[in-house]
């Protein structure tokens, strides 16, 4: 089955703590890209990657890495968590760019104290 | 940077009654991408529309995209209970790359 994987679904963790929420995708894809959704802020976009070794930001990256190290992956690293990235996060992924149907994985909820 | 304005922010309707969200983007748009979110769910991709002046339906879905590609809206005709969830446009940003969603309407809709 086609799909979009990300774990863990739900995260508790403590300000400084380093984290990684991984991503999967199984379609082939080029094209990933996190977001985060708070309410009333809808989805921003907070880094994408348009294929293996290639990485850019987003509208809101501050605090958080990404890496790409093949396509089918691309983990998003929190390196010292604060409680203002608790929030709702979504990876997606589509065959080339924006253009195109993005898939979203089911998200991950994440609670930083 | 590009901005993508959407209203309204929520909307309660009578089941059977129709429902709009308006979307506004502050610059010309290639495309525009719909998708639906249900309570505890994740988007879900809905339509593309590309062309100006574009009208696309999906049984009681009718999406338009403006003459000046910088508008959009979805209307619902005869709401059902399975439509509630929160409706988001969104368009390309910086290029290919970057996808703006417009802050989504959330709907209600009441048995």
């Known amino acids: 089955e086609a799909q979009v994987t990300q774990n863990p679904r739900y995260l508790i963790t403590v300000t400084g703590k380093k984290l990684t929420v991984t991503c999967s995708q199984n379609?082939?894809?080029?094209?990933m890209s996190w977001y985060r959704q708070d309410p009333g802020l809808g989805l921003r976009q907070i880094y994408y990657?348009?294929?293996?070794?290639?990485?850019d930001k987003g509208d809101v990256p501050e605090g958080y890495k990404v890496s790409r190290k093949e396509k089918r992956n691309f983990p998003l690293i929190l390196e010292s968590p604060s409680p203002n990235q608790t929030s709702l996060y979504f990876c997606?992924?589509?065959?080339?760019?924006?253009?195109?149907?993005?898939?979203f994985g089911p998200g991950t909820r994440l609670l930083v104290l | 940077g590009q901005q993508v304005m959407q209203i309204p922010q929520y909307q309660h309707v009578q089941e059977g009654e129709d429902f709009t969200t308006y979307c506004n983007s502050s610059t010309t748009l290639s495309n525009i991408q719909w998708y639906k979110q249900r309570p505890g769910g994740h988007p879900v991709f809905l339509i593309q529309?590309?062309?100006?002046?574009e009208v696309k339906k999906q049984k009681r879905l009718t999406f338009q995209f403006g003459e000046a590609k910088k508008n959009s809206s979805l209307h619902i005709t005869a709401t059902q209970t399975t439509d509630v969830g929160t409706y988001f446009c969104a368009g390309p940003g910086g290029g290919s790359y970057q996808l703006t969603f417009g802050k989504g309407t959330k709907l209600s809709v009441i048995p």
């Open positions: 997606a992924s589509s065959p080339r760019t924006v253009q195109e149907t993005q898939y």
């Open positions: 379609m082939n894809h080029e094209y």
């Open positions: 990657s348009m294929n293996v070794e290639v990485t």
């Open positions: 529309l590309v062309k100006s002046g």
